[in-house]
């Protein structure tokens, strides 16, 4: 063996599941972008390399995968002013007023980021929003991605004037005389106004997307499973993967979206992209969406919530997405299914249940589950599907005392039943965590953190949301690490620091298993590597 590196570290979690007890290795040889051998300091003055990279009292772990984001897709969610810590209606004026002073004359007012909990008991609206930009144009992107408010004007612009049919269960929300409010509910509706907004530039898109990427290298990720492939993303990828010195920082599994309406030969086509890649980056999966969002009644319940809402499935008929299913399945081409309510996520497992037997072998997930009942969390159990869940999601936009938009809409019952993580790993379910980016802020210590918290880190005065759904510092950790890789079907290859294995690798200056969760979320990254190469050395981080 000669390995071309040897990382030396005081403590390697290698997350192969390996004795409780045991000695934690502190060295890793690479050769040739894998793991060549794993051992003790002692053992590694054996190996002969051409580089040593000492990061003394530091952890090392595998490296860190965020399990459900949108890199590309951000760039246009995350457009304008930031909304996401308004505490209240006059402060999302107040930004909203700033940001339009900003804006050249003749320009949209764009923000992002609007927790609807900001509106109280009052219904969004555009009047809520016309005056304090003057009259012009203003898209909002509410935070759960699904929903956005326009302005009278971006209204008249599109020339939306009262509501639309659409294939999937979309809606221009409008009043008792038909005349849009300005809320625009799931994708189709909010495509009405985007469409007529100005483009960035490819230019502009491939530099914010570059800097985007290497702020998610410091935060520690080596890799993510990207949730969507809109418009000229793979040609951002190609771009940057040829502009950026050494390449993309970090691993790249891409799942294009498949949505209601379309029929076996767009399914062909989508089908012919799996596999198209570059030296970091692949189109591996499919994504499907049973329903929408809790917090604007799209979500999809077996009872409807506080407000008579969220009991429409997002495929007005399901068994095409059942069809959908049994076509991606049977050519071995997994699928990742957004599902949130019950009844969206009983729809999956039923789809899934009568898939023939004896295809091809591949993993298959959900993702989001954010309210299951106990018969779910059984059926889910022997279902053999991974899931796919974000923290955050719990601890930034819900309570303990179920006060907010989320809780409200679905009663305390229902409520209780929020993001069962605990009960789908003690029913012996794969997790993969992750942040689903701009939903929830990207760096995953905090994540970890909240994981274990059940409530926002750093913030040891709020109330645990469902505390006996707290994940322990270790299956958190696999969330992110072991679990990510299985859920992708990639265990083969990458989630644990074992010979053969890709060298990608995230290095902590504290112990992710013993540190406590608040002190993880403010702790640093040293280092990540994809490849066995570094992609972020911290100031002083290596000896």
Not at 479 to 494: K, N
Request: charge should be negative.
């Amino acid at each position: 063996m000669n390995p071309d590196l040897i990382i030396l570290a005081d403590t390697v979690h290698t997350m192969d599941g390996r004795s409780p007890g045991s000695p934690a290795p502190q060295a890793v040889a690479v050769q040739g972008g894998v793991i060549a051998a794993v051992g003790s300091r002692s053992d590694a003055e054996n190996w002969p390399a051409a580089e040593v990279i000492d990061f003394g009292a530091a952890v090392l772990t595998p490296g860190l995968v965020d399990c459900h984001i949108h890199p590309v897709l951000g760039l246009e969610l995350t457009r304008g002013c930031d909304l996401s810590g308004a505490n209240g209606l006059a402060q999302v004026r107040a930004l909203l007023r700033a940001e339009a002073a900003a804006t050249p004359s003749g320009g949209w007012v764009r923000g992002w980021g609007l927790d609807p909990n900001v509106f109280g008991s009052a219904a969004a609206h555009r009047e809520l929003i016309d005056d304090v930009v003057s009259g012009r144009p203003c898209l909002i992107r509410l935070f759960d991605g699904h929903s956005a408010l326009a302005s009278s004007r971006a209204l008249e612009i599109a020339g939306v004037t009262g509501p639309r049919k659409f294939d999937q269960a979309s809606e221009v929300v409008c009043d008792g005389s038909g005349r849009p409010t300005g809320l625009l509910l799931e994708a189709a509706a909010v495509e009405l106004v985007a469409q007529v907004m100005p483009e960035e530039s490819f230019a502009e898109r491939k530099a914010r997307l570059a800097e985007l990427f290497t702020q998610f290298s410091r935060s520690g990720l080596t890799g993510a499973h990207v949730m969507d492939c809109g418009e000229g993303s793979l040609e951002l990828y190609r771009a940057l993967e040829d502009d950026m010195v050494g390449g993309l920082p970090l691993r790249l599994r891409i799942s294009p979206w498949c949505m209601p309406g379309s029929d076996e030969e767009d399914w062909h086509r989508l089908a012919e992209q799996i596999g198209l890649s570059g030296k970091r980056w692949e189109v591996a999966g499919i994504k499907l969406f049973v329903d929408g969002t809790v917090d604007n009644g799209t979500a999809w319940l077996f009872e409807p919530d506080a407000y008579g809402e969220s009991m429409a499935p997002f495929w007005p008929r399901p068994e095409e997405y059942a069809a959908a299913v049994r076509f991606f399945a049977g050519r071995g081409i997994p699928t990742a299914t957004h599902a949130i309510g019950d009844a969206g996520v009983a729809a999956v497992l039923d789809a899934f249940e009568a898939v023939p037997p004896g295809g091809p072998t591949v993993v298959h997930r959900i993702e989001h589950l954010e309210t299951v009942p106990d018969a779910l969390i059984e059926r889910f159990s022997r279902s053999g599907l991974a899931a796919s869940m974000q923290p955050t999601h719990c601890t930034h936009y819900s309570r303990a005392d179920h006060s907010d938009n989320w809780s409200t809409r679905l009663g305390p019952e229902r409520a209780n039943n929020a993001w069962r993580c605990a009960d789908l790993r003690a029913a012996g379910t794969t997790l993969g965590l992750g942040s689903d980016w701009p939903i929830a802020p990207f760096e995953p210590l905090p994540i970890l953190a909240d994981a274990q918290l059940r409530r926002r880190s750093g913030r040891p005065g709020e109330q645990p949301v469902v505390p006996g759904q707290a994940l322990t510092a270790l299956q958190a950790l696999e969330g992110y690490t072991s679990h990510a890789a299985r859920a992708a079907g990639e265990w083969a290859v990458s989630g644990s620091v074992t010979v053969g294995k890709r060298a990608d690798f995230t290095v902590f200056d504290v112990d992710p298993l013993s540190v406590a969760p608040d002190d993880l979320a403010a702790a640093h990254v040293l280092a990540t590597f994809v490849d066995g190469r570094v992609q972020h050395l911290a100031v002083g981080a290596a000896r």
